[in-house]
Every structure is written in structure tokens, then in C-alpha cells.
């Protein structure tokens, strides 16, 4: 079992910036890739970033992509996601993700998901 919990997540003005974190416990983090999704009220769950156990492949969603920047600090067990120029769209629950398959963009390749952030830009 994994455990996750994200944090970092608030109330900004459009152009700011956030940075969420999401600490793991439990199994060995560094073999998972991890993954942050997010959901806006009434609409689906949808993939933001993705990142392997090395860091090494990363990928983005093409909304985000230029503006927001996923890290992981195995030392730590800790993924960031780094949110910058932050748009009003981009209010959201941000959840992250943990997977044995690598990384990738879709929910049901993750095991394991955090209880969420509330991320709110204002415009």
C-alpha cells in the first residue's frame, strides 16, 4: 500500500503561481511513477503531468504545458507540482497518483491516489 497526501494548494490571483506537494508513505516510492490529475466541479478527472520512478520521462498535458512543472525528491518521497502563470481554468481539486506501470496519462494506470488539493485562481 501506498499512502498519499497532497498539500499546497489555495486561493490565487490569475498569474500567480502554487506549489503543490504530495508526500507518499508506505511502499518503496521511488519505484512508482507518479501522476497529478485535477477536476473541476461537474467535469471528469483529467491528467496534468506524469513522471517516472528516475525522473527521466516526463510528460504534460497540452493546457499546461510551458506554464507548470512536475519534480520528484525520492529522498523525500515527495512529487511537486510547480503551477505557474495560473489561469482562472485552471481552478481545480488537484489529486496526485501512484503507479507500478510507469508513468502515464491515464487514471486507471494508477494504484494509488491522494485525497486532493483545492487549487481556486481568481480572475
Known amino acids: 500500500q501506498v499512502q498519499l497526501v497532497e498539500s499546497g494548494g489555495g486561493l490565487v490571483q490569475a498569474g500567480g503561481s502554487l506549489r503543490l506537494s504530495c508526500a507518499a508513505s508506505?511502499?518503496?516510492?521511488?519505484?512508482?511513477?507518479m501522476g497529478w490529475f485535477r477536476q473541476a466541479p461537474g467535469k471528469e478527472r483529467l491528467f496534468v503531468a506524469t513522471?517516472?520512478?528516475?525522473?527521466?520521462?516526463?510528460y504534460y498535458a497540452d493546457s499546461v504545458k510551458g506554464r507548470f512543472t512536475i519534480s520528484r525528491d525520492n529522498a523525500k518521497n515527495t512529487v511537486y507540482l510547480q503551477m505557474d502563470s495560473l489561469k482562472p481554468e485552471d481552478t481545480a481539486v488537484y489529486y496526485c497518483?501512484?503507479?507500478?506501470?510507469?508513468?502515464?496519462?491515464?487514471?486507471?494506470?494508477?494504484?494509488?491516489w491522494g485525497q486532493g488539493t483545492q487549487v481556486t485562481v481568481s480572475s
Open positions: 497518483a501512484a503507479g507500478e506501470r510507469g508513468p502515464s496519462m491515464w487514471r486507471d494506470q494508477y494504484e494509488y
Open positions: 508506505g511502499r518503496t516510492f521511488s519505484s512508482y511513477g
Open positions: 513522471i517516472s520512478w528516475s525522473g527521466g520521462n516526463i
